[in-house]
C-alpha cells in the first residue's frame, strides 16, 4: 500500500537557523510531489512541486527551498529562516488517477 | 493570480438544513476539480472530484461551466461534517487549493 510521511511533526527554530523537513513516499514509483503551506485565512499555499528527480518548480519566490534527491523523497529546506516562515506545512504526493494524499504535517515555529 | 475562490471563510448551520459550500475557479481550458476534507485532527483528504459524478458522504458536486462553479451541496447537514473544506483545480502539474470554508453544523 502507498504511503507519506514527513518529519519531524514539530519543530522549533531560532531566526537566522537552517531548515530541514523531510518527506518520503512508499508503495508507489515517480509520484508528483508537493510542498505546501497551510495558514489561517490563505488556505493551502502551493509552494513547490516535482515531476521527477531533480525537478523542482516553485511558485512562490521566499525564503525556501525544495530538492528531490530521491524518486521518493521531497526535502524543504531554507538557510536562513524568518520569523515569518512560520506555520504548518504540507507535502503531499500524487499518481496517477490525480488524486493528492497529504501527510500529516509539519508545524514549524521560528522564534 | 487566484484561479480557485471560496467566498465563505466560515459557514454555520443546523443539523438537518441544507448546506452548499460555494466554490468558483479560473481556467481556460477543461477544468479538473476536486473537493477536500480535512476533519478534526485528521489528514486532508480526497472528497470528491467532478469527473466521477460521485455521492460521498452525501455531498454532491456540479460542474457549471458557464458560471466557472463546483459548489459542494448535501441535503442534510450532519454533526460529522463539520469541517474544514477545500476546493482544489488540477491544472497542468500541479493542485491549486481555494482558500478553504470551514463548517460546523450545530445540533
Known amino acids: 500500500s502507498q504511503t507519506i510521511h514527513q518529519w519531524p511533526a514539530t519543530l522549533v527554530q531560532p531566526v537566522g537557523s537552517p531548515l530541514s523537513l523531510e518527506c518520503t513516499v512508499e508503495?508507489?514509483?515517480?509520484?508528483?510531489l508537493y510542498w505546501y503551506r497551510q495558514a489561517a485565512g490563505r488556505g493551502l499555499q502551493l509552494l513547490f512541486y516535482?515531476?521527477?528527480?531533480?525537478?523542482i518548480s516553485s511558485e512562490v519566490p521566499q525564503n525556501l527551498s525544495a530538492s528531490r534527491p530521491q524518486d521518493r523523497q521531497f526535502i524543504l529546506s531554507s538557510k536562513k529562516l524568518l520569523l515569518s516562515d512560520s506555520g504548518f506545512y504540507l507535502c503531499?504526493?500524487?499518481?496517477?488517477?490525480?488524486?493528492?494524499?497529504f501527510g500529516e504535517g509539519s508545524w514549524l515555529t521560528v522564534v | 493570480a487566484q484561479r480557485v475562490t471560496q467566498p465563505e471563510k466560515l459557514l454555520s448551520v443546523f443539523k438537518g438544513a441544507p448546506v452548499e459550500l460555494k466554490c468558483n475557479y479560473s481556467?481556460?481550458?477543461?477544468?479538473?476539480l476536486f473537493w477536500y476534507v480535512q476533519y478534526s485532527r485528521q489528514r486532508l483528504q480526497l472528497l470528491l472530484r467532478?469527473?466521477s459524478r460521485e455521492s460521498i458522504k452525501g455531498f454532491t458536486a456540479d460542474l457549471n461551466k458557464g458560471e466557472t462553479s463546483f459548489h459542494l451541496k448535501k441535503p442534510f447537514a450532519q454533526e460529522e461534517d463539520s469541517a474544514m473544506y477545500y476546493c482544489?483545480?488540477?491544472?497542468?502539474?500541479?493542485?491549486?487549493f481555494g482558500a478553504g470554508t470551514r463548517l460546523t453544523v450545530k445540533p
Open positions: 508503495g508507489t514509483s515517480n509520484p508528483n
Open positions: 467532478h469527473i
Open positions: 503531499a504526493y500524487e499518481t496517477s488517477g490525480n488524486t493528492i494524499y
Open positions: 516535482s515531476v521527477g528527480i531533480g525537478q
Open positions: 481556467y481556460s481550458g477543461s477544468p479538473e
Open positions: 482544489a483545480l488540477k491544472e497542468n502539474n500541479d493542485m491549486r
